[in-house]
Nanobody, 114 residues
Framework: QVQLVESGGGLVQPGGSLRLSCAASGSIFSINVMGWYRQAPGKQRELVAIIGRGGSTNYADSVKGRFTISRDNAKDTVYLQMNSLKPEDTAVYYC????????WGQGTQVTVSS
């Protein structure tokens, strides 16, 4: 079993920045891929960014050049640095870890509004 705890969400003005953190615990040795997804009201959950154990990354087109995912294997933590935030980035952001199954965090709210 893997437990994921997200932090770092909040309210920010357009153009601002936030950094999300996701700390993993439990059977973390088997985790390969970790990532961030988001779900806005009335929409389906969508991929934001993922990172492999070796550091390979993949981003949604909508966040390329603005968001950066990183991973600290020593701390079993994955980060999402979000810059140049837009109102359309408003959503609940979820951390995900994958070994033989998917694990999800509880989500953290990000609101971009003036």
């Amino acid at each position: 079993q893997v437990q994921l705890v997200e932090s770092g969400g909040g309210l920010v003005q357009p153009g601002g920045s936030l950094r999300l953190s996701c700390a993993a615990s439990g059977s973390i040795f088997s985790i390969n891929v970790m990532g961030w997804y988001r779900q806005a009201p009335g929409k389906q959950r969508e991929l934001v960014a993922i990172i492999g154990r070796g550091g390979s990354t993949n981003y949604a087109d909508s966040v390329k050049g603005r968001f950066t995912i990183s991973r600290d294997n020593a701390k079993d933590t994955v980060y999402l640095q979000m810059n140049s935030l837009k109102p359309e980035d408003t959503a609940v952001y979820y951390c995900k870890a994958v070994d033989t199954r998917d694990y999800w965090g509880q989500g953290t709210q990000v609101t971009v509004s003036s």
